[in-house]
């Protein structure tokens, strides 16, 4: 349950808290949830994807931006947590939901850091939109992986190729055993897949398994979204079915277009068969990117 929510059907349940407080409260309570994964470690949700923070004595690690308003209230949220600077900033990915609010950390944050396709990705897309003035780009990327301690912690970033873009990094603190897998991971909800920005969903599908081989099985991953009702961290398990539903996906398109079907009636399609826990909107985003990447005859690199 979302904190408003409990505040607000608490006070109504209760009628012993009931009192002017309360209802000033419930009315105007924040647009944000903060939850801590640890004592030093949480994620932070309002729109967008999951932002998720680390506080150390060498400064404040954030992961994701979400857009400016947000950033903004997280930034004054960790400034009531603690008086450390702002060390890092780190980009899962380009996407304006997670890079948007980078602006926000201007002349605060000491370095930004992403997958050098995801800077080039943000500053692609950012120069066509005509919205570079609201921007701030990665001061440092990396290729591989990159790796630094800071604080007591470990924070190693992974490239395993494209996947949702093609500048997908894992961000994994070690210490924590804690993961954040950015929009590699939409959980129980049909994903955006961003063939303009290199996707592969034949790729994605590895990305996964890489990700379930390099990491403790006692893992917690931070995903970048999720159906609602379904939480924004898990273990696994969860990229286990994801993957899955991937392969779903990808088996699925593969034998439409074998039986002739015409992507327009491919379209139409409302579950994919053997991923039934993935409902709702969107499901016409992955059938149409991957039936596109099998039509243009690519294979995963
Ligand atoms: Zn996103
Ligand atoms: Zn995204």
Do not use: C
């Not at 470690?41 to 994807?49: A, M, N, S």
């Not at 932002?51 to 004054?76: T, W």
């Not at 950390?105 to 120069?127: C, E, G, I, P, W």
């Amino acid at each position: 349950m979302k904190r408003r929510e409990f505040i607000r059907n608490s006070s109504f349940l209760m009628p012993a808290a009931w009192s002017p407080d309360a209802l000033i409260k419930s009315f105007f309570a924040d647009p944000w949830n903060i939850k801590m994964l640890t004592r030093d470690t949480g994620i932070f949700t309002e729109r967008g994807g999951t932002i998720l923070f680390h506080i150390s004595k060498q400064g404040m690690v954030v992961v994701d931006s979400q857009f400016p308003d947000q950033a903004g209230h997280l930034i004054s949220e960790l400034k009531k947590r603690g008086d450390e600077p702002f060390e890092l900033l780190i980009n899962t990915h380009h996407h304006g939901d997670h890079s948007g609010g980078n602006i926000a950390f201007k002349d605060l944050v000491r370095r930004v850091l992403a997958h050098k396709n995801s800077k080039a990705n943000q500053m692609k897309v950012a120069k066509e939109r005509n919205l570079e003035a609201g921007q701030l780009y990665p001061s440092q990327t990396f290729e591989n992986v990159w790796s630094e301690k800071i604080g007591r912690e470990r924070i190693t970033l992974h490239y395993f190729g494209p996947g949702h873009t093609d500048g997908d990094s894992l961000i994994h603190l070690e210490k924590s055993k804690i993961v954040h897998m950015g929009d590699l991971m939409f959980n129980r909800r049909h994903p955006n897949v961003d063939r303009s920005a290199g996707a592969s969903v034949q790729n994605w599908v590895r990305v996964l398994d890489r990700a379930i081989r390099t990491f403790h099985p006692k893992t917690t991953y931070v995903f970048g979204h999720a159906a609602e009702a379904y939480p924004v961290t898990g273990t696994r398990q969860d990229l286990e079915a994801f993957k899955s539903y991937l392969q779903a996906l990808l088996d699925f398109t593969a034998d439409a277009r074998a039986k002739g079907m015409t992507k327009e009636d491919f379209l139409k399609t409302t579950e994919i068969p053997g991923a039934g826990e993935w409902k709702g909107d969107g499901i016409a985003r992955p059938l149409g990117a991957a039936w596109d990447e099998l039509a243009s005859g690519s294979q995963a690199p």
